[in-house]
T-cell receptor, first 117, second 113 residues
Framework: GAGVSQTPSNKVTEKGKYVELRCDPISGHTALYWYRQSLGQGPEFLIYFQGTGAADDSGLPNDRFFAVRPEGSVSTLKIQRTERGDSAVYLC???????????????FGPGTRLTVL | GENVEQHPSTLSVQEGDSAVIKCTYSDSASNYFPWYKQELGKRPQLIIDIRSNVGEKKDQRIAVTLNKTAKHFSLHITETQPEDSAVYFCAASIGPGDDKIIFGKGTRLHILP
């Protein structure tokens, strides 16, 4: 079946602009995660959704970052007033069951490469 | 804060030899330890994971061992092949609800012909 998909694959924007990054999880997966990966680093946790609610948003770096998942499927990561330091690959992952369950294996999407000029 | 340390950062092994990557974690409550392989420009792919109720898990040429007392876990790849060349990340679950996965910085594995 289809894996996790993310759009756009690449996004170039100017400093100060607003961007939205979209994630389509695997159908039926209840849990969704956002990560940020900088060059030469491991994925850095941003936020975890279980269903429609954000179960843990402690990884969001500041209030310019916000994410939603209104119907418990597709999620959008929103970044306001982008800064050059926001440049990274933004990865989305989903799992069938919640963290801590026997079905919590996370499957990653291809990522969105965000470049802030 | 809670973290995961991974070493070495780079590893070169002769094709056919074994490779070992080691990780330590700080949260004694961590109970889930996945390993991901990431090729250049691609998404991370889960290769094996282990939960805290077992000490070792094996899947063909790949094995993971876990020592909860020492808070460290290791990835072992035997009979390495050129297609094993990639960056490998270890990770551990952390947090009050055990709901975050924290990744190590990665190990770049080179398989030499």
């Amino acid at each position: 079946g289809a894996g996790v998909s993310q759009t756009p694959s690449n996004k170039v924007t100017e400093k100060g602009k607003y961007v939205e990054l979209r994630c389509d999880p695997i159908s039926g997966h209840t849990a969704l995660y956002w990560y940020r990966q900088s060059l030469g680093q491991g994925p850095e946790f941003l936020i975890y959704f279980q269903g429609t609610g954000a179960a843990d948003d402690s990884g969001l770096p500041n209030d310019r970052f916000f994410a939603v998942r209104p119907e418990g499927s597709v999620s959008t990561l929103k970044i306001q007033r982008t800064e050059r330091g926001d440049s990274a690959v933004y990865l989305c992952a989903s799992s069938l069951g919640p963290r801590g369950s026997s079905t919590d294996t996370q499957y990653f999407g291809p990522g969105t490469r965000l470049t802030v000029l | 804060g809670e973290n995961v340390e991974q070493h070495p950062s780079t590893l070169s092994v002769q094709e056919g030899d074994s490779a070992v990557i080691k990780c330590t974690y700080s949260d004694s409550a961590s109970n889930y330890f996945p390993w991901y392989k990431q090729e250049l420009g691609k998404r991370p792919q889960l290769i094996i994971d282990i939960r805290s109720n077992v000490g070792e898990k094996k899947d063909q040429r790949i094995a993971v061992t876990l020592n909860k007392t020492a808070k460290h876990f290791s990835l072992h790849i035997t009979e390495t092949q050129p297609e094993d060349s990639a960056v490998y990340f270890c990770a551990a679950s952390i947090g009050p609800g055990d709901d975050k996965i924290i990744f190590g910085k990665g190990t770049r594995l080179h398989i030499l012909p």
